[in-house]
T-cell receptor, first 113, second 114 residues
Framework: NAGVTQTPKFQVLKTGQSMTLQCAQDMNHEYMSWYRQDPGMGLRLIHYSVGAGITDQGEVPNGYNVSRSTTEDFPLRLLSAAPSQTSVYFC????????????FGNGTRLTVT | AQSVTQPDIHITVSEGASLELRCNYSYGATPYLFWYVQSPGQGLQLLLKYFSGDTLVQGIKGFEAEFKRSQSSFNLRKPSVHWSDAAEYFCAVARNTGGFKTIFGAGTRLFVKA
């Protein structure tokens, strides 16, 4: 059982470039989310989805887009990368919408130069 | 707005000593409470969770946490720390408030000395 799979593990972008961080889960979880982790700031919620076709903004959504066309996949798009988006990105999913714990991928380390 | 505070950025304990990591939350009602652990280069793993009922909850790896409503706290404890416990620990709160979100504290990094 793969759980939550994120690709790529590492990425370097130049300012202004675009890219998509992939996230897939094979647990049939309805809830999926994206976080960024920066030193001293913990994890901050970027976007989340409560089911296919439904997404909403978290704490720090600016500069990021998401879509949820299937239950399994929840890609995160950076349309025009900025150095402030240098971070480690985590995708997480959970079974239900209330008290289920989050299952995390292993992260994508993104550097924007 | 809900928030989670972990007052200690890092803590160093000796192997075999007891451990307590502090967590305070701000929320209008009792939220769902979690502790996660992150080893270097890895994602977060759930240690334990509190939803309701007994205020002392047991988790994996010998950890426990106590919910104190009067203090809005959910501190994590372990009676005897092992070197393999060195990691970063995150307290988190969740509540469905018209948009389900889990909010994390800034984390506490635990160092274990021999």
């Amino acid at each position: 059982n793969a759980g939550v799979t994120q690709t790529p593990k590492f990425q370097v972008l130049k300012t202004g470039q675009s890219m998509t961080l992939q996230c897939a889960q094979d647990m049939n979880h309805e809830y999926m989310s994206w976080y960024r982790q920066d030193p001293g700031m913990g994890l901050r919620l970027i976007h989340y989805s409560v089911g296919a076709g439904i997404t909403d903004q978290g704490e720090v959504p600016n500069g990021y887009n998401v879509s949820r066309s299937t239950t399994e996949d929840f890609p995160l798009r950076l349309l025009s990368a900025a150095p402030s988006q240098t971070s480690v990105y985590f995708c997480a999913s959970s079974y239900s919408l209330d008290n289920s714990p989050l299952h995390f991928g292993n992260g994508t380390r993104l550097t924007v130069t | 707005a809900q928030s989670v505070t972990q007052p200690d950025i890092h803590i160093t304990v000796s192997e075999g000593a007891s451990l307590e990591l502090r967590c305070n939350y701000s929320y209008g009602a009792t939220p769902y409470l979690f502790w996660y652990v992150q080893s270097p280069g890895q994602g977060l793993q759930l240690l334990l969770k509190y939803f309701s009922g007994d205020t002392l909850v047991q988790g994996i790896k010998g950890f426990e946490a106590e919910f104190k409503r009067s203090q809005s706290s959910f501190n994590l404890r372990k009676p005897s720390v092992h070197w393999s416990d060195a990691a970063e620990y995150f307290c988190a709160v969740a509540r469905n408030t018209g948009g389900f979100k889990t909010i994390f504290g800034a984390g506490t990094r635990l160092f274990v000395k021999a």
